[in-house]
């Protein structure tokens, strides 16, 4: 199933007209999160240069102004090449624009504008069985971004639930690839989020609140939080005007570039501390070993890993989620290739790739709720984000620092993930 995550609730129009240029003039002040997160301060350090980003979605169109010159078609394999700069929703390039758009032409400005995106389109909605047919399965298309140097793959989509899909995550993250995915709006989680050796995320809104789509959807499989509602997006495929829109999706564009931030600073992290950076910089009113249901590890701020030139990241061999991943799946790659190069009678099996029928044997058993501290409530004296109120992520407007809210008895509880 081909299921690209959708744009949930109303769209209200921001702009109008039949050119990109006149239509996308208030794209950029649409953009709340952009002064919040010091954006202009994390350009100073990194803009995401030399970091290439893999969007698996609805196809990314190249020639809305905020693209030019900022996707890479000649490098999708042909295998999976068909329509790649085709998309019918908007969607794809909506996500490829926040991760890296130049905000050229009064369009969307990227929060990783050096970055380069590779596209690959796998949506096939409403479109004819000729181009169903030679549209690549989303498994196709992650196992061919898993052998590209892109370093991170972006997946605004869901309905990834067969054995193919799983083990090419899995094959991806051997690969020492950074996967990142929207956990859904629709009160189910949604896959490739809920799946091992991929990071979950989450939406809150202008309030830092986790929003009543993602709180539906998390169910413990939101690893991280960004903004994703309020967020200017193209409204069809037409790319005549942005609207208002509001998802997941839009919040896992925003993880990935933030993450392209950290790793064009840093180009010879691992993927392991990459993603500690990203946990452990996010910012939570709670224990960080208590991970909260609806929420995961907090709210991104790269800033935090930029703005420290001393930052350690830990050891790059330990996956910082191997608990709940069931393993360190580099650290299991690593071990059978030596293993067979150092026996030549498994010379022909060296690849990395798993089977489809292994790929569930290390899933690590789902653990029960055991409470944890909430965060409804909390205020700039008692949240303390990671206990240093120097290091806070969100100073809107000069107020000061806010904190995720998360309302409800779930609030801010231990996850019960991964169960399968």
Known sequence: MRAVGAIVGALAAVGVGPAPNAAAADAESQQWYLEPMQTEQMWEVSTGEGVKVAVIDSGVNANTPSLKGQVLVDEVPKSVSYRATVDYSGHGTSMAELI??????????????????????????????????????????????????????????????????????KYAASKGKLLVAAVGNDGFPDAPAIFPYVIGVGAVDSSYNVTEFAKKSSHGFADLVAPGEGIPAWCDGKFRSYCTAEGTSHATALVSASAALIWSAHPDWTVNQVTRALLDTASRGWPKDKPSKYAGYGMIRPRVVLADPNYDPGPPDVDPLAKINGGDVLAKAGARDASNTDNADNAGNSSSEPSASASGASQAPGKGSTGGTSAAGSNAETAAADGDSGNTLWIPLGAAAAVIVISGAGAAVLRARRAR
Request: hydrophobic fraction near 35%; proline fraction near 4%.
């Open 100 to 169: 890296a758009g130049t905000g050229e032409g009064g369009g969307i400005q990227g929060l990783a504008p050096g970055a380069k995106i590779v596209p690959y389109r796998v949506e096939t909605i409403d479109q004819s069985m000729e181009d169903r047919e030679k549209t690549p399965q989303t498994h196709q298309a992650l196992r061919a971004a898993a052998d590209s140097d892109a370093k991170i793959i972006s997946m605004s989509i869901g309905g990834m639930g067969s054995d193919e899909d799983k083990a090419a995550i």
